[in-house]
T-cell receptor, first 108, second 116 residues
Framework: RKEVEQDPGPFNVPEGATVAFNCTYS??????FFWYRQDCRKEPKLLMS???SGNEDGRFTAQLNRASQYISLLIRDSKLSDSATYLC?????????FGTGTSLTVIP | GAVVSQHPSWVICKSGTSVKIECRSL??????MFWYRQFPKQSLMLMAT?????????EQGVEKDKFLINHASLTLSTLTVTSAHPEDSSFYIC????????????FGPGTRLTVL
């Protein structure tokens, strides 16, 4: 079983919509969790870390469910500029495990 | 500013030549660095984990004799694509984790390799 599994999409949503991505991880000893954003032909950049209590940054909300071993990213009021690939990353010790990325296209 | 740099940012070479890509952590030490490859419209694929002072760990299906990794210092890892062929043309990205509270992964800007 893969360490991290993520629905590759693509997700095509209209502007203003709310969209959610999930990412599951297989090892309960995983320690830290992150969402990265990757634009076309660019390197991934950290969007937000994910904490047990959940965290919000503007239109973005990230949550961690340790019992079910998944993390989620919710984007409210989608903008055209949100179109990108969203990558979940899980850390355990000095190892990092990557999801395949979820492609999002926000349509005018 | 950037915390991980990569050089060169792009390279075009003839089939059969070898290409070396450098990945440097800026202002922090990284005993581990990661190398990825990404083909157009595909997801990032981990190739190998570079370990300072020891051999790299390669993912299944990645030829270690073709993709030579050397983690020469705590701030530098190099990936050499030996005898490159057109099918090796891709976007190569490195990353290094930095401890800041927990570990955060910082990615280099990537190297676009085109093999003619």
């Amino acid at each position: 079983r893969k360490e991290v599994e993520q629905d590759p999409g693509p997700f095509n949503v209209p502007e203003g919509a709310t969209v959610a991505f999930n990412c599951t991880y297989s090892n309960s000893a995983s320690q830290s969790f992150f969402w990265y954003r990757q634009d076309c032909r660019k390197e991934p950049k950290l969007l937000m870390s994910v904490y047990s209590s959940g965290n919000e940054d503007g239109r973005f909300t990230a949550q961690l469910n340790r019992a079910s071993q998944y993390i989620s990213l919710l984007i409210r009021d989608s903008k055209l500029s949100d179109s990108a690939t969203y990558l979940c990353v899980v850390n355990r010790g000095n190892q990092f495990y990557f999801g395949t990325g979820t492609s999002l296209t926000v349509i005018p | 500013g950037a915390v991980v740099s990569q050089h060169p940012s792009w390279v075009i070479c003839k089939s059969g030549t070898s290409v070396k890509i450098e990945c440097r952590s800026l202002d922090f030490q990284a005993t581990t660095m990661f190398w990825y490859r990404q083909f157009p419209k595909q997801s990032l694929m981990l190739m190998a984990t570079s370990n300072e002072g020891s051999k790299a760990t390669y993912e299944q299906g990645v030829e270690k004799d073709k993709f030579l990794i050397n983690h020469a210092s705590l701030t530098l890892s190099t990936l050499t694509v030996t005898s490159a062929h057109p099918e090796d043309s891709s976007f190569y990205i490195c990353s290094a984790p930095r401890l800041a509270g927990g570990y955060e992964q910082f990615f280099g800007p990537g190297t676009r390799l085109t093999v003619l």
